[in-house]
């Protein structure tokens, strides 16, 4: 039994399969004022925004915009009203003037489990018709059912050997113990036979949250979801409890609430500044002494 688990686990499936899974470990540190980490393991779901019928057929445990025992709902992402989030993402990628006819558009998330999930952070993968990566979309939500887009065209000086590296000013009300004027440090590996997202949350003294997944992929078949359900159990419910939880040990170690400002009702998307110049702005003293610590950070 331990030898068949391990073949399921190490599996990675068609490269062109119409959903993966990616199985690895979310990580959570923060740094100031107080020390705080935690992590856990959580398995995300890969899925092609234009094969959403294939996908459906891959297995009869995972279902699309269907119930089963995990499934992927458009409803849950984009404006939330059950259109294309093909069509949502190919929307923004026009906004800032990005064409990706005949490429494709994938989103890593949560799937749900039970008909269950909750995603603080999905992000699309959007490829022009010649396979190049040209626009990620970070998808952020909070606990209290608000959802903002970071919509980041991937510029020529932002790809190395590290993987894409992105920056954006925060602008969305996240976690009830970090203020609003801080800039995220983005770091992607896109989705391959792993995949990777760091994020570094920065006020103008340098770092102060770190955040990071490390997956690898999995085929998304009935062997390996038995197994995920059974080595995983109730996954997508923990991740909520696990929010909950660590923010009451933040509590405890004093951590100071912050007033949660109010919020558009639709997912709102804003571009990465296409006419601010953030050597003005407040943040760009922290984001000059950033630099030097954020690979020691987000290893």
Not at 244 to 249: I, S
Not at 251 to 270: F, H, S
């Amino acid at each position: 039994m331990h030898h068949a688990t391990a073949s399921v686990e190490t599996q990675p499936g068609p490269a062109n399969a119409a959903a993966a899974l990616y199985v690895g470990d979310v990580m959570h540190a923060r740094l100031k004022p107080m020390g705080h980490r935690f992590s856990y393991r959580v398995m995300s779901l890969l899925i092609d925004l234009d094969r959403l019928d294939a996908a459906d057929r891959q297995t009869s445990l995972f279902g699309v915009n269907r119930a089963a025992l995990y499934s992927f709902r458009e409803s849950d992402h984009g404006d939330r009203d059950g259109s294309s989030l093909s069509a949502f993402a190919r929307a923004r990628a026009v906004e800032r003037g990005i064409d990706l006819t005949g490429g494709r558009v994938e989103l890593l998330c949560y799937p749900r489990l039970l008909g269950y999930t909750f995603n603080p952070l999905s992000a699309y993968f959007c490829y022009r018709a010649d396979g190049e990566l040209a626009l990620i979309i970070y998808e952020v939500r909070n606990t209290f059912g608000d959802i903002h887009a970071y919509v980041l065209p991937v510029q020529p000086g932002q790809r190395s050997a590290a993987g894409i590296r992105q920056e954006q000013d925060k602008l969305f009300y996240v976690s009830p113990f970090i203020e609003m004027p801080m800039r995220y440090h983005f770091r992607v590996s896109p989705p391959g036979q792993s995949v990777k997202l760091r994020i570094l949350e920065t006020d103008t003294g340098g770092p102060l949250l770190a955040a990071t997944f490390n997956g690898s992929r999995r085929a998304l078949t009935t062997a390996a979801l038995l197994t995920s359900f059974f080595s995983l159990p109730m996954v997508t419910f923990k991740i909520m409890a696990a929010i909950h939880w660590e923010a009451l040990r933040l509590w405890i170690k004093g951590a100071r609430l912050v007033p949660r400002p109010q919020a558009p009702a639709k997912n709102t998307v804003l571009a990465i500044a296409r006419s601010t110049d953030y050597s003005r702005t407040p943040l760009a003293a922290g984001r000059r002494d950033t630099a030097p610590h954020q690979d020691a950070v987000l290893r």
